[in-house]
C-alpha cells in the first residue's frame, strides 16, 4: 500500500503524450485569437518604433531649433533689455515666439520661466503669473524661485492672500539655505500685512528653526520681538 501510496503522491515526468496536448491547445488557442494577437504585436511594434522615431525626427530636431531660437532672447534679458528679450528685435526671436512654437521642448519651459520674468519686470505682473504657472521644473532652485516671483506679483496687484500661499509653496517646496528662507519670510511679512500675526509668528518661528544660520534666520529675534513672542 505505501508503494502504491508513493507512486500516487510522487510528481511523474511529463509524457510525450502531455506536450502534443499542450502545443495542440496553444495552437488552438492562436488560431482562434490569431487576429486579436497580431494586432497587439503590430501595436506594440508601431508604439516603440513610433517613440523612437518621435524623438529623433520630431523632438531632438525641435529642442535644437528652440535652443538656437532661444539665443538671443537671453543675451537681451542678461542685459535687462525685458521688452526685446520678451518679444524679439525685428530680427531675431523673443521668449514669447519660443513658447508659442516650441513651447513643450525642455528649452521652451525655460522660455517660459523667462518670459514670466520679463513680464513682471516689465509690470504686467497677471501676464507673469500665468506665464510661471505654465512653467515646470524638478530644479530645487527654479522652480521655488518661480513661485516665490508669482508671489511678489500677487502683492503688486495687492491679492495678499494669493501672494501669502505662492511664497509658502516656494519656502516649503524644499528646504535648501537659498531660497526657503526668503520665500518663507516674505510669507511671514505678508501675513502681518493681511494681520494675521500669530500665523507670522509661526512661520518666524520656522525660520529661525530650520535656517539660524541665514541672513533671515538670524533676523528672526527681532521680527518674534516686535510681535510680542520671543522665547531664547
Known amino acids: 500500500m505505501a508503494e502504491t501510496k508513493d ?17 495542440h491547445r496553444a495552437e488552438d488557442f492562436f488560431a482562434r485569437n490569431k487576429n486579436v494577437i497580431t494586432i497587439a ?16 525626427f520630431v523632438k531632438q ?13 537671453q543675451n537681451y534679458f542678461a542685459v535687462d533689455s525685458f521688452k526685446l528679450a520678451l518679444n524679439g528685435d525685428g530680427n531675431n526671436y523673443g521668449f514669447l515666439q519660443v513658447v508659442n512654437k516650441y513651447g513643450g521642448t525642455k528649452a521652451g519651459n525655460l522660455a517660459k520661466y523667462s518670459a514670466g520674468v520679463c513680464y513682471i519686470r516689465l509690470g504686467e505682473y497677471q501676464k ?22 508669482s508671489g511678489d506679483a500677487y ?15 516656494a519656502g516649503h517646496y524644499n528646504d535648501n539655505e537659498l531660497t526657503a528662507p526668503v520665500y518663507l519670510f516674505r510669507a511671514g511679512l505678508a501675513l502681518e500685512k493681511a494681520g494675521k500675526a500669530q500665523d507670522a509668528v509661526v512661520i518666524y518661528k520656522e ?24 522665547k531664547n
Open 7 to 23: 507512486k500516487a503522491t510522487t510528481p511523474q515526468p511529463a509524457t510525450n503524450f502531455d506536450l502534443e496536448t499542450s502545443m
Open 41 to 56: 504585436l503590430v501595436a506594440v511594434v508601431v508604439v516603440v518604433g513610433g517613440f523612437f522615431a518621435y524623438n529623433r
Open 61 to 73: 530636431p525641435n529642442e535644437n531649433k528652440a535652443q538656437e531660437m532661444v539665443f538671443h532672447a
Open 128 to 149: 507673469g503669473i500665468d506665464m510661471l504657472k505654465d512653467f515646470s521644473s524638478d530644479d530645487l532652485l527654479l522652480q521655488p524661485t518661480a513661485y516665490g516671483l
Open 155 to 169: 502683492m503688486e496687484l495687492n491679492k495678499v492672500n494669493e501672494g501669502i500661499e505662492a511664497y509658502k509653496k
Open 207 to 230: 525660520i529661525k528653526e530650520k535656517f539660524p544660520l541665514s541672513n533671515e534666520g538670524r533676523e528672526m529675534d527681532k521680527y518674534l520681538a516686535r510681535l510680542g513672542d520671543v
